[in-house]
């Protein structure tokens, strides 16, 4: 047993001597020259804070190694408060532990709308006709919604081309198949009710829809959007319509998922979550681009340590869920029930929280950046000692909804 030990230690010891033997003949390499090796490193901000500390220490021992390059991809707001949160007890600041590391900060402008445009005109130039025409058409309403970046363009294009071709012999009204992809895009909640003859009735029908406002009070956009003429046009036709009539287009919707990849068995994840297997999760979320487990019963489970980003969770039950240290970025927790959650050092960054119950939660120690002010369905007796939240606003309707309680 003694020789084996000596033997994986001199392993050890062979393996760091090769490693920055290797290291040093780079750096011997490169110096006096003009080559220089370049390290990419993105989305570093999406990572747990932990890990996200753990990398740029380790970056830090190679900062001064001559010909080596790091370029960072960050959204610089999130590495600084995991920083924050990480050395809190030694009162260090992120930005200035950053400015340590980075020694030339670069911002990449958002695209403007006009650079949007060439953007959309350049990708339609080879396309038929019909599709070119009706995206001229309703080219300002596309530039208004889908305005982040060329990609999600290219995205919404492709998917709405591909949904037409695939779907040609049910001969898809272009305009409204157009607004409904405008809609699964954006507001996928709305899109997907849209599908549902009750909720369509509720809308009032026809132009009548104005008498809906009360169902988007906390969607502005979305309303504005409803109301703009040419969509409103096709709102109204869209809520006359049987769900026999509207079958086509929800299975339009659908085909280029389902052609992409193969869509995962809910019934299957909930069991593996229920039973506790949150690695196996972990491994098996990364196969899908989206899993859908809104409405699902997680009552009481045990999602310690969980990779919820990205995924939707609308109108779910999570009461007395443990969900210390998940990963929320840009989880769809719509109108969820999170009673008497666990949230403890959890990463909640742009997590869709409209309507979410929390009344009894512990948030302490977690982050919460939202990009815009939420209203929660209710909040009593919510924990949030220590957690890091950026919105001045929610932070305030958060302290007012206390001194109500209080009072």
Known sequence: MGEVERDVEFS????????????????DSLKGGNKKIVIFIDDL????????????????VFLDIEGFVYVFGINPEVVEKAIEMKYKDMGING???????????????????????????????????????TFEKYKDIILEVIKKTPRQLKRFINSYICEQEVFKNEKLDLEMHLV??????????????????????????GVRIIKAREEFKNKKELYEFIEKKKVKRI????????DKELSKYRRAGLSILKITQQMPDVKKITTLLKSGKIKEFN????KFRIIDLSYSNLNGVDLRGIDLININLRRADLTDAHLTDAHLTDAHLNGANL???????????????????????????????????????????ADFKDAIINNEEFVEYLKKKQRKKCS
Do not use: H
Request: with cysteine; proline share 2%; charged share 35%.
């Open 12 to 27: 050890k010891e062979n393996l760091n001597y090769i490693y920055y033997d290797k290291l040093q003949s780079f750096e």
């Open 45 to 60: 901000d999406r990572c747990a804070p932990d890990k996200v500390l753990e990398i740029l220490e380790s970056i830090k």
């Open 95 to 133: 930005e200035d532990y950053l400015e340590k590391i980075i020694q030339i900060p670069f911002k990449i402008p958002d695209w403007n709308k006009e650079e949007l445009n060439k953007c959309l005109e350049k990708m339609y130039e080879d396309i038929d006709s019909k599709y070119k025409d």
């Open 180 to 205: 409904l992809t405008i809609l699964k895009f954006k507001w996928y909640d709305f899109y997907s009710k849209l599908f549902d003859e009750n909720f369509r009735e509720r809308l009032g029908g």
């Open 235 to 242: 709102i109204a036709k869209i809520v006359k319509m049987k």
């Open 283 to 286: 491994k098996l979320k990364n």
């Open 339 to 381: 009673w008497c959650v666990n949230l403890i050092g959890a990463n909640l960054i742009d997590t869709d929280l409209i309507d979410v119950v929390l009344n009894n939660a512990n948030f302490s120690k977690s982050i919460i950046l939202l990009k815009k002010f939420v209203k929660l369905k209710s909040v009593e007796n």
